[in-house]
């Protein structure tokens, strides 16, 4: 619903990034300061020339071209050399797979991510949170960017894996995946990368054998045991298409890699940004403990609160907002098209920006400012609000994301103040998600109150905003 400041957007234009370097174009942004670099292009055009080496790609933030673009399936593909970099590293799965297959490969994984097993991996999401806690001392200094990965792939990985697997083992997963998912976006602006000899190029191979070779005897152990686990994996050994045929080895490792990203890569991002907000924002802190001081009442953060923290949902909205996981949707023509007034030949890359689209400043009044209270006072236009993207391709873990989010940040933010070492921003590293990178941050433990004053209902006939999410 939009606000009643808010203005129409203007009809699209297009234009071209300038400060294309020889033979490199604008690569060298995209490595280096990629924000600061998308946050030049809107004085472009709502669709703008972009320069990758030897390829253009067409980056758009208008939001009626980024609605057309990911649901006009037939003028628009998930192919091309982009995606043939990411499969490199997750196979083709529902991440990655062309929309010809989605639908089928999206059937297989629903049941994964069905309501009826929410309450299990919120459990799981509860648990892992407090282990990783139990480690925390007040004073001590932690890399919060580096705990919430530890903390979303440990959860991802016992909610896919919740037998066979050994602590050792989670843990090489874990190195393994951080090493690929750094290497998978210099890959994709820089494809040459891989013809260059150089430490990087090892270290990032020898992840690669490793998570393929971990992720296989998982799936041998699995398939040998022949125990329902109640986990994903048992529910993907048990998927059978219309012929009777079960998945191949290779097309579970291909589902496991998708999970795992979607359940720790995107929702890592979105607590870590939020634990910095927060700490640049007092006064939005405040309002956080109050509300969790009032509901929790010093106990832990259940399934069952967040219907009763409000605020903690539209914190981890605002966050979405600024810092999209899926901050660049990339899809390829398939025929003659066009947009705003740009003709496309076939096989053009196109980049829908979420993060620029959340960032318009006719969209989202002082969009730049972290401000959760927009979401209550009716000022953000939820149809312009795409974290997760949009239509049949939208991330199949979105629920599953934005729960662990809620109930991570509750229970950290109940229990600990969280101080940057330094009081320089963020300097995001370029990531297939908008990662804040290394974020030194010192514990001090606070004690909740069992009653705090001052906490009004957020909304009027408020149920819960984690019911909608």
């Known amino acids: ?35 600061s670099f998308l946050d030049s292009l809107p004085g472009h055009g709502d669709v703008v020339r972009v320069r990758m080496g030897p390829r253009t790609a067409h980056v758009v933030s208008h939001p009626a071209l980024v609605r057309r673009v990911l649901t006009d399936r037939r003028s628009f593909d998930r192919s091309g050399v982009l995606y043939e970099k990411v499969r490199a590293l997750l196979g083709n799965g529902l ?10 490969q999206r059937r297989t994984l629903q049941p994964a991510f069905h309501h009826s097993l929410m309450d299990r991996y919120a459990a799981v999401m509860t648990a892992e949170t407090q282990v990783l806690t139990a480690r925390w001392r007040p004073g001590a200094v932690v890399d919060v960017t580096e705990e919430a990965f530890r903390l979303t792939t440990a959860v991802a990985v016992r909610t896919l894996f919740s037998a066979g697997i050994t602590a050792r083992a989670a843990e090489g997963l874990r190195e393994a995946l951080e090493v690929l998912l750094r290497g998978v976006y210099t890959r994709v602006v820089a494809p040459a990368v891989d013809r260059v000899p150089s430490p990087a190029r090892r270290r990032y191979r020898r992840a690669l054998a490793r998570w393929r070779t971990g992720v296989a005897a998982i799936v041998a152990a699995y398939r040998a045991a022949g125990v329902d686990h109640g986990d994903a994996l048992s529910l993907l050994l048990a ?19 998708t999970l795992v990203l979607a359940g720790a890569e995107t929702t890592s991002s979105v607590l870590a940004w939020a634990l910095r907000l927060l700490a640049d924002h007092p006064e939005a802190a405040g309002r ?11 106990g832990p953060v259940t399934a069952a609160d967040l219907p009763r923290l409000p605020y903690t949902a539209d914190v981890v909205r605002e966050v979405l907002r600024l810092y999209p996981p899926a901050w660049a949707i990339t899809r390829t023509t398939t025929r003659e098209t066009e947009l705003a007034g740009l003709p496309l030949a076939p096989g053009s890359t196109v980049i829908c920006c ?27 236009p939820r149809d312009a609000w795409l974290p997760f993207g949009l239509g049949a391709t939208k991330c199949v ?17 109940s229990r600990w ?53």
């Open 1 to 35: 619903m939009n606000g009643p400041e808010q203005e129409t957007p203007p009809a699209p234009r297009h234009g071209r990034a300038p400060g294309a370097w020889p033979l490199l174009g604008h690569l060298p942004y995209l490595a280096t300061r990629p924000l």
């Open 95 to 104: 991440a990655t797979c062309p929309n010809a297959e989605h639908r089928d």
């Open 239 to 257: 998927v059978r298409d219309e012929h009777g045929r079960a998945l191949s080895d290779t097309e579970l490792g291909d589902q496991v890699a």
């Open 288 to 298: 956080l403990h109050r509300e969790l001081d009032a509901v929790l009442a010093g």
């Open 354 to 380: 979420l993060y620029l689209l959340h960032r318009r400043r006719e969209l989202f009044p002082d969009a730049a400012r972290f401000d959760p209270d927009r979401w209550a006072a009716g000022e953000a």
């Open 397 to 413: 873990g979105d629920v599953f994301g934005t729960v662990e989010a809620g109930l991570a940040l509750a229970a950290i933010a």
């Open 417 to 469: 103040h969280l101080t940057p070492v330094s009081p320089r921003p963020p300097r995001p590293v370029p990531r297939i998600v908008l990662s804040p990178g290394p974020q030194p941050m010192r514990l001090a433990e606070r004690v909740p109150g069992v009653r705090a004053a001052g906490v009004a209902p957020h909304r009027a006939g408020d149920r819960g905003a984690f019911t909608e999410l």
